[in-house]
């Protein structure tokens, strides 16, 4: 069966210190990875999504990068954070089940001090 | 106008009781319509699934799509505290993950 990890799970850090979220998915091959934001009160916000090593679209223009170094591992980063990065990020995978479902990672919940 | 209008609630409800959850949205080329469920400090996970309008049935859930008033519905009979968690919609225009747009979440309480 299909798991998708995530980690570090929780994480404090004062702004402009870098960042650096690692998500990885197991029993599945060429899944595409998706990495969401989710602030208080409001819905998931797509950030970065990749159907395949290297390939990275980015959907909003903000401080943060992804890259997909294997084909199962999906990276989050900034190299300065700000703090309106705080949020609950969320790493994703679909695969070739019903079309628009997403397997969540448990998140990761950044707050920026 | 956000594309898709999900009230946040809290709503707290009475164990047993029907609850109904809604969205409208303002495009109308949207075509696949999901309801996901998200308990506390987890990810969102898929629940219901259904395909331009109509109704879909999966035990005590049901969700409704009326594409003429760009609403949709998710409805629990039989509501149990295991129920509780934030409710979000999510639509597509076309079939792929990385098109979907989501609702803002209801957060449903169901008490015992």
């Known amino acids: 069966s299909q798991t998708i990890h995530q980690w570090p799970a929780t994480l404090v850090q004062p702004v402009g210190s870098p960042l650096s979220l690692e998500c990885t998915v197991e029993g599945t091959s060429n899944p595409n990875l998706y990495w969401y934001r989710q602030a208080a009160g409001r819905g998931l916000q797509l950030l970065f999504y990749s159907v395949g090593i290297g390939q990275i679209s980015s959907e909003v223009p903000q401080n943060l990068s992804a890259s997909r170094p294997q084909d199962r591992q999906f990276i989050l980063s900034s190299k300065k954070l700000l703090l309106s990065d705080s949020g609950f990020y969320l790493c994703?995978?679909?695969?070739?089940?019903?079309?628009?479902?997403?397997?969540f990672g448990e998140g990761s919940r950044l707050t920026v001090l | 106008q956000k594309e898709v209008e999900q009230d946040p609630g809290p709503l707290s409800v009475p164990e047993g009781a029907i609850v109904s959850l809604n969205c409208t949205y303002s495009n109308s080329a949207f075509q696949y319509f999901m309801w996901y469920r998200q308990y506390s400090r987890k990810g969102p996970e898929l629940l219901m699934y259904?395909?331009?309008?109509g109704n879909k049935e999966d035990g005590r859930f049901t969700a409704q799509v009326d594409k003429s008033s760009k609403y949709i519905s998710l409805f629990i009979r039989d509501s149990q505290p295991s129920d509780s968690a934030t409710y979000l919609c999510?639509?597509?225009?076309?079939?792929?993950?990385?098109?979907?747009?989501f609702g803002q979440g209801t957060r449903l309480t169901i008490n015992p």
């Open positions: 994703a995978w679909s695969g070739t089940g019903y079309p628009g479902e997403l397997f």
């Open positions: 259904t395909y331009s309008s």
């Open positions: 999510a639509m597509s225009l076309i079939q792929g993950a990385q098109k979907l747009v």
